[in-house]
């Protein structure tokens, strides 16, 4: 008798069938254990994504630094001194520290309403102040135009490049921005580019594709700022920590604009590389959790499967004891148990794989990807979570028909046959 063979498909499947409710209710006990394990790791795998999604934009080895208020007396200066970073730290910065990659000033003002105007639309957006090589730390796509070059920052040109969505709002659909003029703030500057970052993060209140970026060089003029720059972005070399860099400049800001070097509160920072490991280390921790809590729901129902089994053996016992007197060999009779408890757990877990796949689809589909979710995005599971998944199920359903297979096994034939 072979494995596959129709005649013992059709015994498998009359045992199965002569207790329809029994079977229904342990069969659904592996469904809703693996749909279960299916939704939670879908969902992890979700809020992983959103997280790397969000952040993706972004140069994993790049931290902001920037000036806030001093709280410790130092150098006959009083707590609560607000000072600015300038032009000239950031020679010394360069200067001083050869693990920084690349560094670019930033200055955002504060946004006041109907900032933007083009014709007779008006609009508010975010503007930045920015060097060119800022586009290597917060990547972006260019739809059209050029970025802020160096000439730009030398002769401190007027003009800006402006988001996509910035584009939208103040012109018409058939017509090109590009080599416009726009007034902001009451200044008009040349449109040479239009952009939009590849990142969730806001900086500075607002995403790049809601933003404008001039030359930094040109707004300090024009809005009298002298040579005060708000922050800093900075990327560290290959292979060096972005932490170490951040140290150092922070002991360098302190140390030139006499700063106590224990003050913690007089220069803010955000570490993009530590907030990567952080969520690193806590998705890891999450998808061990889940597998856990999963595989604990699916072993119950494993374990309904191995007593619906035992109770199939014992009731089957007659049977068993008659194939014995007829010689039937051991394996024979192993073979179908298992092949019984495999059947019946595939039959349970592979749909209940199928529609964990379909319900976390139809989420993303109608509901996720409407949603301005950041920390949420295509809550999949991947092909080889499936494969695993498929993979427990098999062995489980094993381990399930193999207790009642033993059990069998030693069944006596004379014994059996005097059962009543």
Known sequence: MGLFDLDRIEEIWITISRNKLRSF????GVLWGIFMLTIMTGTGNGLKRGF???????????????????????????????????????KIL???IPDIDLLSPMLILPVLPNNVVFGERSATFSVRGIYPNYEEIERQHLTGGRFVNELDIEQKRKVCVIGTKVEEELFPPNESSLGQNVRIDGI???????????????????????????????????????DIIYAIAVTSKNKIPVSR????????????????????????????????NLFTNLFAGIDVL?????????????????????VTVRERTREIGIRRALGANPRSIISQILMESLVLTSMAGIPGLCLGVYVLYFADKYWIQTLDNVFFYK???????????IT???????LAGSIPASRALRIKAIDAIREE
């Open 25 to 28: 209710l342990t069969a659904f």
């Open 52 to 90: 790397i999604h969000g952040i993706d934009g972004f140069a994993g080895n790049s931290c902001f630094l920037g000036s806030s208020v001093t709280s410790i007396p130092y150098h006959g200066f009083q707590k609560g001194r607000r000072w600015y970073i300038h032009n000239r730290d950031l």
């Open 94 to 96: 360069t200067d001083s």
């Open 188 to 226: 008009y500057y040349q449109v040479i580019g239009v952009t939009y970052g590849i990142s969730d993060i806001t900086v500075g209140d607002s995403k790049l594709e809601s933003s404008i970026l001039l030359p930094l060089t040109t707004m300090q003029q024009i809005n009298n700022q002298g």
């Open 245 to 276: 860099v951040e140290k150092q400049i922070t002991e360098v800001l302190k140390r030139t604009n006499y700063i106590h070097p224990d003050d913690m509160r007089a220069i803010w920072s955000i570490n993009l590389e530590e907030e990567f």
């Open 290 to 310: 889940i597998w856990i809590i999963g595989s604990g729901t699916l072993i119950a129902g494993i374990v309904g499967i191995c007593n619906i089994m035992l």
């Open 379 to 389: 809550p999949m599971i991947t092909f080889g979570a499936a494969i695993t998944s």
């Open 392 to 398: 427990i199920l098999i062995i489980c359903g094993l």
